[in-house]
């Protein structure tokens, strides 16, 4: 149901714009990495600075492929009524609507959110080189995507209070369901569409948990 939602005709404008505003920023920091390192490392050979912007242009490119997924939740919070409001509408037409958060929150939300990735995969990234790293990247961002995008969703029906409970109760299922996600995270480009299918995603996983709450 998510994967329809998001590429129905009705998603695609906030699907484009969020994809547009992902690359957009990756290619600004690469820009301006790119304009620093020329700025203040110079050799006596060109050849050297050549190799060192060159170099420095491979890293990023490297560290992007593991850091995509804390950039791309970034946006969550920023489209995540967006895709809520349409999935409810779609398909939960009896429910009540959902609250959407207000812009403030969902700013400091989405910056909150992107320090925890950012902090997790950074602290999870040299297990890569042991094995196990894919495996624990996948589970710590599994149970990340859970909470926050569980949570998030569910304050647009109710308190924080409450859907922190709610998520708590029904945490097996939900860490379950967020490995799909967190698998989708490490697969280049696919991990730019994350935000958008996750939202979608436990949209209607929170009305499943929700009527078996009832």
Same mark, same amino acid.
């Given at each position: 149901?998510?994967?329809?939602?998001?590429?129905?005709?009705?998603?695609?404008?906030?699907?484009?714009?969020?994809?547009?505003?992902?690359?957009?920023?990756?290619?600004?920091?690469?820009?301006?990495?790119?304009?620093?390192?020329?700025?203040?490392?110079?050799?006596?050979?060109?050849?050297?600075?050549?190799?060192?912007?060159?170099?420095?242009?491979?890293?990023?490119?490297?560290?992007?492929?593991?850091?995509?997924?804390?950039?791309?939740?970034?946006?969550?919070?920023?489209?995540?009524?967006?895709?809520?409001?349409?999935?409810?509408? @779609?398909?939960?037409?009896?429910?009540?609507?959902?609250?959407?958060?207000?812009?403030?929150?969902?700013?400091?939300?989405?910056?909150?959110?992107?320090?925890?990735?950012?902090?997790?995969?950074?602290?999870?990234?040299?297990?890569?080189?042991?094995?196990?790293?894919?495996?624990?990247?996948?589970?710590?961002?599994?149970?990340?995507?859970? @909470?926050?995008?569980?949570?998030?969703?569910?304050?647009?029906?109710?308190?924080?209070?409450?859907?922190?409970?709610? @998520?708590?109760?029904?945490?097996?299922?939900?860490?379950?369901?967020?490995?799909?996600?967190?698998?989708?995270?490490?697969?280049?480009?696919?991990?730019?569409?994350?935000?958008?299918?996750?939202?979608?995603?436990?949209?209607?996983?929170?009305?499943?948990?929700?009527?078996?709450?009832?």
């Amino acid at each position: 149901m998510a994967i329809g939602d998001l590429v129905s005709p009705e998603f695609r404008s906030v699907l484009f714009k969020a994809l547009g505003l992902t690359i957009a920023l990756f290619i600004a920091v690469l820009v301006i990495a790119e304009v620093m390192i020329a700025s203040f490392t110079h050799f006596s050979w060109p050849w050297a600075d050549r190799l060192v912007e060159l170099g420095t242009g491979l890293a990023l490119l490297v560290a992007f492929f593991f850091l995509m997924s804390p950039v791309t939740a970034a946006f969550a919070g920023l489209f995540l009524d967006q895709i809520a409001e349409k999935v409810e509408a @779609r398909h939960y037409p009896w429910d009540p609507r959902g609250t959407p958060l207000p812009i403030g929150r969902a700013i400091l939300i989405s910056l909150q959110f992107f320090a925890v990735v950012l902090v997790v995969n950074l602290a999870v990234l040299p297990m890569v080189f042991f094995g196990v790293g894919a495996f624990v990247l996948v589970a710590a961002n599994a149970y990340l995507i859970g @909470r926050e995008y569980f949570e998030m969703v569910a304050m647009r029906h109710m308190p924080l209070e409450e859907a922190k409970i709610l @998520r708590k109760e029904n945490s097996p299922k939900i860490f379950v369901a967020a490995l799909l996600p967190a698998l989708l995270s490490i697969v280049p480009f696919v991990n730019l569409t994350v935000p958008l299918f996750s939202t979608a995603y436990f949209t209607h996983l929170f009305k499943s948990v929700q009527a078996s709450s009832a």
